[in-house]
């Protein structure tokens, strides 16, 4: 149990243009969600963190109108990095609980490559 | 945030023990927990200790936990080149925010 999918697993997207990442709990509902952005040879970084139904809370340093973020259901949030640029290449991933016993369920990730 | 931290880097030879350290800051953490990245891959959650817990052993895998030291490892016995991946370490002071360590990359050699 406690699969999250994350789809698409690598995109390229030419810069200037928008891509979006969905996040999805299998089978469990997650009210909040969160997305890290792994840069190299570094840990993940914590972007922001889903909320379903309200707000998501953004990190100090993260542009919340680059970076859009919406948890319109239980099972399923989105990352939608708008205007990209080849500096937002990165591996985007998300993560749920279905509870704090058993610690957070990573998706397989999202190789972003904006040309 | 939090403070986590481990060495980057670990090579042992297959067959021997691994010792992956981590040192965090919050005295405050409930949950803490190792994950294994392979290339190119999610965070897989290998195990998780709760604060009140001193060891914890799962087949290969042995937990400790120094609470007062702050200190927390992973022992891999019997090193697989299988095993060759980046661990992190993790906690969680409470509510949702989760801290993560730098990662240790270990290598197994044949």
Same mark, same amino acid.
């Given at each position: 149990?406690a699969v999250v999918s994350q789809h698409p697993s690598w995109v390229i997207?030419? =810069?200037?243009?928008?891509?979006?990442?969905?996040?999805?709990?299998?089978?469990?509902?997650?009210?909040?969600?969160?997305?890290?952005?792994?840069?190299?040879?570094?840990?993940?970084?914590?972007?922001?963190?889903?909320?379903?139904?309200?707000?998501a809370t953004y990190e100090q340093g993260v542009e919340k109108d680059k970076?859009?973020?919406?948890?319109?259901?239980?099972?399923?949030?989105?990352?939608?990095?708008?205007?990209?640029?080849?500096?937002?290449?990165?591996?985007?991933?998300?993560?749920?609980?279905?509870?704090?016993?058993?610690?957070?369920?990573?998706? =397989?990730?999202?190789?972003?490559?904006?040309? | 945030?939090?403070?986590?931290?481990?060495? &980057?880097? &670990?090579?042992?030879?297959?067959?021997?023990?691994?010792?992956?350290?981590?040192?965090?800051?919050?005295?405050?953490?409930?949950? &803490?927990?190792?994950?294994?990245?392979?290339?190119?891959a999610g965070l897989q959650l290998l195990t998780y200790i709760f604060s009140?817990?001193?060891?914890?052993?799962?087949?290969? &895998?042995?937990?400790?936990?120094?609470?007062?030291?702050?200190?927390?490892?992973?022992?891999?016995?019997?090193?697989?080149?299988?095993?060759?991946?980046?661990?992190?370490?993790?906690?969680?002071?409470?509510?949702?925010?989760?801290?993560?360590?730098?990662?240790?990359?270990?290598?197994?050699?044949?």
């Amino acid at each position: 149990g406690a699969v999250v999918s994350q789809h698409p697993s690598w995109v390229i997207c030419k =810069s200037g243009t928008s891509v979006k990442i969905e996040c999805r709990s299998l089978d469990f509902q997650a009210t909040t969600m969160f997305w890290y952005r792994q840069f190299p040879k570094q840990s993940l970084m914590l972007m922001a963190t889903s909320n379903e139904g309200s707000k998501a809370t953004y990190e100090q340093g993260v542009e919340k109108d680059k970076f859009l973020i919406n948890h319109a259901s239980l099972t399923l949030s989105t990352l939608t990095v708008t205007s990209a640029h080849p500096e937002d290449s990165s591996f985007y991933i998300c993560s749920a609980s279905p509870d704090r016993a058993r610690g957070y369920t990573f998706g =397989s990730g999202t190789r972003l490559t904006v040309v | 945030g939090e403070d986590v931290e481990q060495s &980057l880097f &670990l090579s042992v030879r297959e067959g021997d023990s691994s010792v992956i350290n981590c040192t965090y800051t919050d005295s405050s953490s409930t949950y &803490l927990y190792w994950y294994k990245q392979e290339p190119g891959a999610g965070l897989q959650l290998l195990t998780y200790i709760f604060s009140n817990m001193d060891m914890k052993q799962d087949q290969r &895998l042995t937990v400790l936990l120094n609470k007062k030291d702050k200190h927390l490892s992973l022992r891999i016995a019997d090193t697989q080149t299988g095993d060759s991946a980046i661990y992190f370490c993790a906690e969680t002071p409470g509510g949702n925010q989760f801290y993560f360590g730098t990662g240790t990359s270990l290598t197994v050699i044949p």
